[in-house]
């Protein structure tokens, strides 16, 4: 009888394995890339060393200045300077790719979350946007392009306040990562 336990199991498990192994996919995801030669300094450091800190400070507001769900208040403009060295390449295109994986990053809205803590404000994101006004889904979008020209360049964005719900007063501070792609 054990004999026969033990056979029925293995022949199960072997059953079980093969049926995994030949189940049909559901898609396919294509990944294309480029590898290139370019290497420009991002506000005068390395690049990929991680080590620019980019400081935007937001004006102080009144809760009611952000009168609706969905208003935005306190657009500060803000530069990221690119290349300066001569490996940063003329007429390569580049722009600024925010970190997918940033812990403030909510990925539905594309907006920054406010850090946690007891004075924190609530009700209130960070919007990231392109020079020109219009908002950039942090988690789908990168900034607008801009070509290098006398081997630099410079991106320019605006930080702003957006209501998400009601207003609490309090500390509206936040973070994301972000890289240099070229194109």
């Known amino acids: 009888m054990h004999k026969l336990i033990i056979a029925a199991t293995v022949a ?22 480029r590898i290139t030669s370019t290497t420009c300094q991002v506000e005068g450091q390395q690049p990929g060393a991680g080590t620019v800190r980019k400081n935007v400070p937001l004006d102080a507001i009144s809760a009611g200045a952000l009168g609706a769900v969905g208003a935005t208040y306190g657009d500060r403009g803000f530069s990221i300077r690119i290349g300066g060295n001569p490996e940063c390449a003329n007429d390569t295109t580049v722009k600024v790719r925010f970190d997918p994986a940033s812990p403030a990053l909510d990925r539905l809205s594309g907006r920054l979350n406010l850090d946690a803590g007891a004075d924190a404000a609530s009700g209130v994101q960070i919007q990231i946007a392109n020079d020109d006004g219009t908002p950039i889904q942090l988690y789908t979008e990168d900034s607008k392009s ?28 936040s973070r994301v990562g972000f890289q240099v792609v070229y194109e």
């Open 146 to 173: 801009v070509v290098v020209a006398d081997n630099k360049a410079q991106i320019d964005l605006i930080a702003r306040y957006y209501r998400s719900a009601d207003v609490t007063p309090g500390a509206a501070n």
């Open 12 to 33: 199960v498990s072997a059953l079980a394995a093969g049926s995994s192994a030949s189940a049909a996919n559901d898609g396919m995801i294509d990944i294309t890339g």
